[in-house]
């Protein structure tokens, strides 16, 4: 994720017109909350996957395996109607469990066919089905509901899911807004595969994540098809709709682009999204073989928004990118997508990478060194914000995308690279990429990967430059 400002700065700008700004919940007490999200409550699924930071996103008690999404959205009135099947896997006996969902309202639920019992408790959408599910079962969950989805606001301010623009909808999930448009598992360590098929007025295009499997016009409404093959977080899904020019090509090594730009930011993203295909192929050289079949951006004209987000094989941008910005979001398919995230705790591993790929790529095309970039940015102050709390350990959702997980982040990778030397360090980036493509990662795997790769004991490194409160003193 990247706000529109200089490369050491936060990624993500809270919109400072909302008053209303949630507060976080205690560290102590979201521990104790998600430490009872993550155990089994006998039969029932519970209502959590554990995280500390979001301690209700998520749910236990089973795997879902696959969404089909069905939506349409009419842009005059703004009601979504929606339609959500949900192949799920079992990993505990099940009498209940819950969904993610904020707002909306339900009409209907089946379990395998057959009606369930279903009630509302906050966002989650409790459900009993009317037969007890054994462990290992894989079941189908349907979910019909309609409404007019709002968004959410973060713990720093700033809104997240399914946000009304001009002309239809900017729809970006990161951390928690995808359960303001369909129900789900609603954290990362669920990943699924996806099928959308979204009808919005004609004359308005609808941008999901993958394949374009096709779209068909009827009785002034367009239908647009969308397949996510690759497993998903559910963050990363979005169904933006808009007035979108349209580009399609694919590149020499195989991968689609679809590219949907607004209008109004048309002929300023041009040249950048020109540069597309080669920033792919020179980070699929550095990291390892691009993760998904489809790429592409979409532009929108969203003023109020005030960041972009890498949703899964087609970043979100809420107006015309730099580069810097286009190779960030790149980035994140490797690190942040293809390799998730276990726990918010750990999101440097998506921005401090994804900020550590602006400085490389900088440093291999004629602009400042990375090197160079470290030393104006230890150059700052000790009361500097860049030194408000170390990378490794935010403290709370509220700092999840502040400067020092993006800048000081990718500052404990440039100390890596000088500690193990330039061959090391790309090798261990691209094992990352390989071995947890796919799947998830930890910061105390990325470690152990590191000293196996280098052979060298990293903990003082990683200790100083990741968990050290403070600005620390160079070796």
Not at 106 to 128: H, I, N, P, W
Not at 135 to 154: A, I, L, M, N
Not at 328 to 334: C, G, L, R, T
Request: net charge positive.
């Amino acid at each position: 994720m990247t706000a529109a400002h200089r490369q050491t700065s936060p990624r993500r700008t809270a919109v400072l017109r909302r008053e209303a700004v949630l507060a976080t919940v205690p560290v102590a007490v979201a521990a104790l909350l998600g430490a009872a999200g993550t155990a089994s409550a006998g039969t029932v699924g519970t209502s959590g996957a554990g995280d500390p930071y979001f301690p209700l996103s998520g749910n236990g008690g089973y795997h879902v395996k696959h969404y089909d999404l069905t939506l349409r959205y009419d842009t005059t009135s703004r009601r979504l109607d929606g339609k959500a099947v949900l192949t799920v896997r079992a990993t505990q006996k099940l009498t209940r469990f819950d969904l993610d969902l904020k707002g909306l309202k339900v009409t209907g639920v089946t379990v395998d066919r057959t009606a369930a019992g279903f009630r509302r408790d906050g966002q989650e959408l409790v459900v009993t089905p009317r037969h007890t599910l054994r462990k290992d079962q894989e079941f189908r969950v349907t979910v019909t509901y309609h409404g007019t989805p709002k968004s959410v606001t973060d713990p720093d301010g700033s809104a997240d899911g399914w946000i009304r623009t001009d002309d239809g909808a900017f729809v970006a999930g990161e951390p928690q807004g995808a359960m303001t448009w369909f129900p789900g598992n609603n954290h990362p360590k669920d990943k699924s595969s996806y099928d959308f098929t979204i009808t919005v007025p004609k004359g308005r295009t609808a941008v999901a994540n993958g394949v374009l499997r096709g779209q068909h016009t009827e009785n002034g409404r367009t239908t647009f098809r969308w397949h996510q093959a690759e497993p998903m977080a559910s963050y990363l899904a979005t169904a933006t709709v808009g007035k979108f020019k349209v580009e399609q090509y694919t590149t020499h090594d195989g991968i689609q682009i679809y590219n949907a730009v607004d209008a109004r930011e048309a002929r300023a993203a041009a040249p950048v999204l020109k540069k597309l295909p080669s920033v792919l192929e020179w980070e699929s050289k550095l990291f390892g073989p691009y993760p998904f079949r489809a790429a592409g951006s979409i532009v929108d004209h969203a003023p109020d928004v005030g960041y972009a987000l890498e949703t899964q094989s087609r970043p979100l941008y809420d107006s015309a990118p730099d580069l810097s910005t286009l190779v960030h979001e790149s980035a994140h398919q490797w690190f942040g997508d293809s390799v998730s995230l276990t726990a918010w705790k750990d999101i440097w591993l998506n921005e401090g990478f994804a900020t550590y790929a602006e400085w490389l790529y900088s440093e291999q095309h004629g602009g400042d060194s990375a090197q160079k970039t470290f030393d104006a940015l230890y150059a700052r102050p000790a009361n500097d914000g860049l030194w408000a709390f170390p990378p490794g350990d935010p403290g709370s959702g509220k700092n999840l995308f502040d400067t020092p997980v993006y800048a000081r982040g990718a500052m404990v990778l440039h100390e890596l690279r000088k500690t193990v030397g330039d061959q090391d360090f790309f090798r261990i980036l691209r094992t990352w990429a390989t071995e947890h493509r796919a799947g998830h990662g930890t910061t105390a795997q990325f470690v152990k990967l590191s000293e196996r790769v280098s052979g060298k004991d990293l903990d003082g490194l990683f200790h100083t430059w990741l968990y050290t409160k403070g600005k620390p003193s160079k070796a």
